[in-house]
């Protein structure tokens, strides 16, 4: 399992796929190549689903499945208030 860090955008909002334990389902458009990230979030799922709207920046750390999914095992978003 090879770790790595990327950054980028939310594109879709966050869909709850299993309830218990919670798993959550976004894409993400990466800041680097522009491409479409399929990404789980598992570990702090509710923290996630209270923070993430629909375009917020996003740095998350984590590793693909078999299914070339990216498994989100850390996360920030950056929530700036506007003045």
Do not use: E
């Amino acid at each position: 399992m090879k770790q790595q860090a990327l950054t980028g955008s939310i594109i879709s909002d966050p869909k709850v796929l299993k309830m218990a334990p919670i798993l959550l389902f976004v894409k993400i458009a990466d800041a680097r190549s522009g491409q479409l990230i399929n990404c789980l979030v598992h570990k702090h799922g509710l923290n996630f689903l209270y923070q993430a709207t629909l375009g917020s920046q996003i740095a998350v750390y984590g590793h693909y499945n078999q299914r070339k999914q990216f498994v989100i095992d850390k996360f920030m978003i950056n929530t700036q208030l506007s003045a």
